[in-house]
Nanobody, 119 residues
Framework: QVQLVESGGGLVQAGGSLRLSCAAS????????MGWYRQAPGKQRELVAV???????NYADSVKGRFTISRDNAKNTVYLQMNSLKPEDTAVYYC????WGSGFAYDYWGQGTQVTVSS
């Protein structure tokens, strides 16, 4: 099993910054991708950013140039540096880990951390 523990959410004014962290523990495979999704009230969960173990990244258009995803493979931890935050970034942010092994894909989620951006 895998556990994901998130931290770093909170309340910030528009234009401010926050850094989210997510530490994975348990049975971590060598082929995996970690990422962040978010869900605002009344909206579907959406991808924010994802990073593979090799360092390849992908971002939602809405956060490109403002958010940076990174990871520390030795610590099985992924980070999301969020700069120039906007009120529309307000959401619950969820950490995600997908890993592949024995012909199967395994998908894990954190409990979520609230990010609130005031105008």
């Amino acid at each position: 099993q895998v556990q994901l523990v998130e931290s770093g959410g909170g309340l910030v004014q528009a234009g401010g910054s926050l850094r989210l962290s997510c530490a994975a523990s348990g049975s971590i495979f060598s082929i995996n991708a970690m990422g962040w999704y978010r869900q605002a009230p009344g909206k579907q969960r959406e991808l924010v950013a994802v990073i593979t173990r090799g360092g390849s990244t992908n971002y939602a258009d809405s956060v490109k140039g403002r958010f940076t995803i990174s990871r520390d493979n030795a610590k099985n931890t992924v980070y999301l540096q969020m700069n120039s935050l906007k009120p529309e970034d307000t959401a619950v942010y969820y950490c995600n880990l997908v890993q592949w092994g024995s012909g199967f894909a395994y998908d894990y989620w954190g409990q979520g951390t609230q990010v609130t951006v005031s105008s």
